[in-house]
C-alpha cells in the first residue's frame, strides 16, 4: 500500500498542475470560494471565532480558503510543492492559517479540535485505519466531524478498483456502509449524511459525526 500511496501522491500533484493550468488564479479561487460557501450552507456547518479548525488533506485551496474569521490548522504532505510550483497557492495570502506539511498519519498535535474537515482526502491517504483513529485522537469532546467520500455503487466495480487498480488517485475504495461503519467503530455519533452529488461509480457523500 505505501508504494500505490507514494504513485497517488505523484499523479495527485501532477493532475493539479494540468487542472489549474489554464485557469486564471483570481477567476479560479473566486470560484472556489463560492463552492466552498455553498457547501456549508447545504451541511448547514458554520464554524464559529471560537472553533479550533483542522483542515485534513487542505490541498492548494481547501476549505481553509473560506475560514477566514476562524484560526485554521491545514495539513497536506504536497504543501510545499503546491507552493513552489501552483500559483494559485500562496500561505501569505491565508495569516490565519498554519500550514502543516506532512501526511496525515505523521501529524503530531496537542490540540483537540471542535471542527475536523476531512474533504475529499481520506482515500487518498497511506494507512486508512492509523488515519481514522487520528481523527477520533485530534477531535475534541462534543466535536464535529465534517468526512466527504466517494463511496461505491457497485460491489462488483469495488472489487475490480481494488485490483487493478481502475482508480490509482484513490488507494482505497469502500462503498458508504463500510465508510459509515468505519466512523461508528471509533464510538462517534453520526447526525447525518448528505448526498452532495450523484455518478455512475462514486456518489460523493457528506458524513456528519459527534464525538
Not at 464554524?47 to 495539513?75: M, Q
Not at 504536497?78 to 490565519?96: A, C, I, R, S, V
Not at 496537542?110 to 486508512?128: E, G, R, T
Amino acid at each position: 500500500m505505501n508504494l500505490r500511496w507514494k504513485i497517488a501522491q505523484a499523479i495527485e500533484f501532477r493532475w493539479w498542475q494540468q487542472y489549474l493550468k489554464k485557469k486564471p488564479v483570481s477567476d479560479y479561487l473566486a470560484w472556489k470560494k463560492d463552492y466552498w460557501k455553498t457547501f456549508l450552507e447545504k451541511i448547514d456547518i458554520h464554524p464559529i471565532k471560537e472553533d479550533e479548525i483542522l483542515d485534513v488533506g487542505c490541498g492548494p485551496a481547501g476549505i481553509f480558503i473560506v475560514l477566514t474569521d476562524v484560526e485554521v490548522d491545514a495539513v497536506d504532505p504536497l504543501l510545499d510543492q503546491y507552493e513552489e510550483n501552483l500559483p494559485h497557492f500562496n500561505k501569505e495570502n491565508y495569516p490565519n492559517t498554519n500550514f502543516l506539511t506532512t501526511s496525515f498519519e505523521d501529524l503530531n498535535s496537542a490540540k483537540k479540535y471542535d471542527k475536523i474537515f476531512c474533504l475529499n482526502a481520506i482515500n487518498h491517504v497511506s494507512d486508512l485505519k492509523k488515519c481514522f483513529q487520528k481523527l477520533n485522537e485530534l477531535l475534541g469532546e462534543n466535536g464535529t466531524l465534517i468526512l466527504s467520500i466517494d463511496a461505491h455503487n457497485y460491489s462488483l466495480f469495488k472489487y475490480i478498483f481494488r485490483a487493478l487498480p481502475g482508480d490509482i488517485l484513490h488507494p482505497h475504495q469502500y462503498d458508504l456502509r463500510e465508510y459509515k461503519d468505519m466512523v461508528s467503530d471509533l464510538g462517534m455519533t453520526i447526525q447525518k449524511t448528505v448526498l452532495y452529488k450523484q455518478e455512475f461509480f462514486f456518489d460523493y457523500h457528506i458524513i456528519i459525526a459527534k464525538k
